[in-house]
């Protein structure tokens, strides 16, 4: 089986890290809105939690940015978030509340430059406490 | 505001955490009515619904936001806000982690 892709330009991989720098301490999160696996832009939100090991996306902001999605017929093509201290590899507290069955990406700022992976979180059922971590290779291009 | 039979006219939007239950549909048309018999409409179009939504005590799920138009069900009447002909409901799993 081939790993799943996630093709994103370096200039967005530019833009989701510096909105990810500029958060520090807190951790940051936001969109990736695509097409077939393909970046096409990168919507940088609040994190509501304001916490350096928490993120929440703002409700609103999460309803506006899911409005554009359908205005201008994108996909949700993942969602991502920093660690500021840790590795690029989902917490215990990422699978456990890890909703959208699309891509995790997941900036580590542990490391300079950032490190940037993407996994998805494969439950039985959405609201199950665990889930199976599936590694998605993030190819940057374009 | 009379009742009228088989008026299809509220929207449903579905995220795609929910569309393995809707036949990967992405909205789905529902009768007027208040939000939870919006959802018992969504468990007779699509069974099995409804459990994703609900909890046994017959709660709204805590990581399930509605929206109704561009507002939050939580800051209206919840589950017994109503939603009239043109409406759009818009379902979206939270998006947290640590």
Redesign the interface.
């Known amino acids: 089986m081939t790993a799943e892709l996630l093709v994103i330009s370096p200039d967005l991989v530019q833009e989701m890290v510096a909105h990810c720098l500029a958060g520090r301490p807190n ?1 940051a ?1 936001g ?1 990736l809105a695509g097409k077939d696996g393909v970046v096409a832009k990168v919507l940088r939100m609040t994190n509501a ?1 304001a916490s350096p ?5 703002d ?2 902001e ?3 940015a ?2 554009l999605l ?1 205005n201008e017929d994108l ?2 093509g993942g ?1 991502f ?1 920093s660690h500021t201290r840790t590795e690029a590899y ?5 699978i456990r ?6 891509p ?1 990406v997941i900036v580590s700022l542990a490391r300079d430059p950032a490190e940037v992976r993407a996994f998805r979180i494969v439950k039985e ?3 199950d406490p665990e889930g199976e971590v599936v590694e998605v290779t993030v190819r940057v291009e374009g | 505001m009379g009742r009228k039979e088989g008026a299809v006219s509220v929207e449903v939007r579905i995220p795609t955490v929910f569309r393995k239950f809707t036949g990967d549909r992405s909205v789905i048309e529902v009768e007027p009515g208040t939000i939870s018999q919006v959802i018992d409409q969504l468990e007779t179009q699509h069974p099995g619904f409804k459990e994703q939504l609900m909890t046994d005590a017959g709660e709204l799920h805590r990581f399930v936001n509605i929206y109704v138009n561009d507002e939050d069900a939580r800051y209206l009447d919840k589950l017994d806000t109503k939603v009239t002909e043109g409406d759009t409901v818009s379902l979206l799993p939270s998006v947290a982690g640590g």
């Not at chain 1, 989902?90 to 990422?94: A, F, G, I, N, Q």
């Open positions: 951790e999160c969109l939690a090991v928490r993120y929440a996306l409700p609103k999460q309803f506006d899911y409005s359908e996909e949700l969602i978030h989902p917490s215990p507290t990422d509340m890890a909703t959208e069955d699309v995790y059922s959405w609201t």
